[in-house]
């Protein structure tokens, strides 16, 4: 499997470029299926994260975002 190989810092690495780096070196391994449910997942947290470096990504905004997820997969007219 490949792997991401520059080194990241959390001060000043966005999640967006670091969601782009993933997308491009590990996700072209999946199968199809697996790769739009992975690319679906990305795009939400990558959503949920825009702007913030990863050092700005803390437990409560993880938490705060897990919650809204949770909120919208009970509310089965909306998709993530």
């Known amino acids: 499997m490949a792997s991401i ?3 990241v810092s959390p001060r000043t690495q966005e999640v967006d470029a ?3 780096d993933y997308a ?3 996700l072209a391994e999946f199968n199809e299926k697996e790769r739009a449910t992975r ?3 990305l795009d939400w947290w990558s959503k ?3 702007g913030l470096t990863l ?3 803390t437990a409560d ?3 705060k975002a897990r919650d809204l997820l949770a909120l919208k997969a009970l509310d089965s007219s909306s998709e993530y």
């Open 5 to 7: 190989q520059r080194i």
């Open 18 to 20: 670091l969601a782009k």
């Open 61 to 63: 905004r993880i938490s």
């Open 24 to 26: 491009e070196t590990i």
């Open 55 to 57: 050092a700005e990504v």
């Open 39 to 41: 690319v679906r997942h």
């Open 48 to 50: 949920q994260f825009a």
